[in-house]
């Protein structure tokens, strides 16, 4: 198991600003309905919902709008939604993964090549980008939770593959299939998460410079605007110098 893993988790990941708060409640209400209509509207009997929940709460969701979300999937009028995956290349040839749920399938689809192609990409077939990726489950903490030493000692007990920490926080990785049962013994030790999900991790990355940064940026941007997406994965990586001249 790696001390510290060069990865950094290079989904851009925008402050969450009020502006997009009900943006991001509505995409974790969308979850959450769909995983209780996978099981039991209960998270103690429904895994994917207790994640789906965890997360929705970690992000200080109220709790009025998790019920409601729940209670939407029993319903006689519960929407229908589908989980499609879109891979295909931003500018400068960069791999980019877009995890959608939607309910019109011709629409998100419509609406996401239309914005690969204005970015200067292309829309790929269904496993053109993903072979370079690893579907893993990634788990993470706040840094107060303990120093690097003590959450990779929680991580090795709780059968994790890596863990990446830093001043921001702890990345703990593990394999997809076992990510419920690794978050279940790091809450026994750390408690709760600030997220549990599965995500695509790069088996590389490529620095890209401040022109291209900036382009793949806005499409990522773009693609996290709408609606339907709920994750958008790519395999670029940016210095914290080029870093530093688009974040001022």
């Known amino acids: 198991m790696a001390g510290h893993s060069q ?3 290079i989904m851009h ?20 309905t769909v995983a ?38 029993s ?3 519960a929407e229908s939604y589908d989980a499609i995956r879109y891979e295909g290349y931003g500018p400068g040839g960069i791999a980019v993964i877009v995890e959608t749920l939607t309910d019109n399938r011709n ?23 993903s072979f370079s990726f690893d579907h893993v489950g990634e788990i993470t903490y706040k840094a107060a939770v303990g120093d690097a030493d003590k959450v990779m000692e929680a991580a090795i007990e709780a059968g994790a593959e890596d863990v990446v920490s830093d001043e921001d926080g702890h990345t703990i990785y593990c394999a997809f299939e076992d990510m419920n049962e690794v978050s279940k013994a790091l809450e026994e030790v750390l408690g709760m998460a600030e997220s549990v999900k599965a995500i695509w991790k790069p088996q590389n990355t490529i620095e890209v410079d401040e022109e291209k940064a900036q382009s793949l940026m806005k499409l990522i941007d773009t693609l996290e605007d709408d609606d339907d997406v709920q994750n958008v994965y790519s395999n670029f990586e940016v210095s914290d110098e080029v870093m530093a001249k688009l974040s001022a």
């Open 107 to 129: 629409r998100t689809a419509s609406t996401v090549r239309s914005t690969f192609s204005k970015a200067g990409g292309a829309l790929g077939e269904t496993g053109s980008v």
């Open 75 to 77: 319903g006689a009028d």
């Open 36 to 73: 209780a209509k996978t099981g039991l509207p209960d998270p103690a009997m429904n895994a994917a919902l207790r994640l789906a929940v965890q997360n929705a709460k970690a992000q200080s969701m109220p709790k009025d709008n998790i019920d409601r979300a729940i209670k939407k999937a």
């Open 13 to 32: 990941r925008k402050g969450k600003q009020d502006g997009i708060r009900s943006k991001m409640f509505s995409k974790l209400a969308r979850e959450i």
């Open 7 to 9: 990865f950094k988790n």
